[in-house]
């Protein structure tokens, strides 16, 4: 059978942190992500033009909502100083701004995060789209979206569930709207408008005017793990020129990947060569690529980076093995199944077992 790119949906959302054994916990009251995948101590040794031209160490976990959504990857470097940003990044700075959250009950969601003394941006407002959503910061001064979203794999006691892609700032909405299309099949147009919005209120840089493009896909999921990280979207914003409106700075301009702040967005997917071959018939080659022996922790897998077109990183990982129950030695091996067919809701159930209390 002929191989084709199959890009399964958003596998995580990359937070660089000062500390796993800090940030954890945090998230995992908050997001219930109480699912560790895997976590590895180790030398990042491929993204050389990332890490200022030499292997960095670091700690790294993959931890998941298994009611459905993508993941966190929480990275720690180590053994150096850190590169906080120097200023408060606002909407339409060019990167990841925001980290999309499912919700099945935004209101009840809102009330718990308060009890929780969570730094609340917005109450629950509609968005572009007619559905309740609310901007949080972390301790750590990233922000996240909580949207309502019914999607739901395994039907825990959760009001949020996984990630839900990414709010990012461009500076050309549509050579990105072709990018985010051609690459990662994001290629809906969910909606597009343009002005100061109402839902915005309160979140840094909602004053501005700003043009909004959501994008979702107009394929169903797809892949071994699709039904887990399920439906996701990208919000790309532009800010528009004007009396008084900043010029937008790039989030990681001077700094090193894995300073912390959203370090990068991640596919899932199946057939790299497949993707190698799309990225680059849109004129973006791989800036890294592990090739096919990495091995992270438990997980084994082969992951690659391109730039989008202001330069954020967005990273692919094709999964070649998992563990399922750890402790009893049973790992997922996916590299000679069915690229498309999702893996039975059984299986990947058992991803319970590996839950931290």
Not at 316 to 328: A, C, D, G, R, S
Request: aromatic residues 10%; proline residues 6%.
């Amino acid at each position: 059978m002929e191989k084709r790119k199959v890009i399964c949906g958003v596998q995580q959302v990359g937070i660089g942190v000062r500390s796993v054994e800090e940030a954890w916990p945090w998230y995992k009251d908050v997001f219930g992500v109480d699912i560790k995948i895997l976590g590895s101590e180790g030398v990042a040794e491929r993204m050389l033009p990332y890490t200022g031209g030499k292997p960095q160490p670091r700690y790294a976990i993959l931890v998941i909502n298994l009611r459905g959504g993508g993941g966190f990857e929480i990275w720690e470097p180590k053994g150096r100083e850190l590169n906080y940003i120097q200023f408060q990044p606002e909407l339409g700075d060019y990167g990841i701004e925001v980290c999309k959250v499912k919700s099945r009950d935004v209101r009840a969601a809102y009330e718990d995060m308060k009890k929780k003394g969570v730094n609340i941006l917005t109450t629950p407002t509609p968005g572009p789209d007619g559905k309740e959503h609310f901007f949080i910061m972390d301790p750590w001064n990233n922000m996240f979206d909580i949207e309502t979203d019914d999607y739901c794999f395994y039907n825990e006691d959760k009001n949020t569930g996984g990630n839900n892609g990414a709010t990012l700032g461009v500076s050309d909405m549509d050579k990105s709207i072709e990018f985010y299309g051609a690459i990662m099949d994001y290629d809906k147009v969910e909606y597009d408008v343009t002005g100061v919005f109402d839902d915005l209120k309160g979140v840094p840089g909602g004053q501005y005017k700003m043009r909004r493009v959501m994008l979702t896909r107009s394929k169903p999921i797809e892949g071994p793990l699709s039904q887990v990280l399920g439906t996701s979207h990208i919000e790309l914003i532009q800010r528009l020129d004007g009396e008084g409106v900043p010029a937008p700075r790039k989030l990681y301009e001077g700094r090193l990947w894995g300073d912390p702040g959203f370090i990068h967005l991640c596919f899932d997917i199946r057939n790299m060569e497949e993707v190698r071959k799309a990225a680059a018939a849109q004129g973006h080659e791989f800036v890294c690529d592990s090739g096919k022996d990495f091995k992270m922790g438990e997980a084994d897998g082969h992951f690659t980076y391109i730039e989008d077109p202001d330069g954020t990183l967005i990273e692919f990982v094709e999964t070649f093995k998992i563990p399922i129950l750890k402790k009893l030695g049973i790992y997922l091996h996916l590299e000679n199944r069915d690229d498309s067919k999702p893996l039975p809701a059984w299986i990947l159930k058992c991803l319970r077992f590996m839950r931290s209390k």
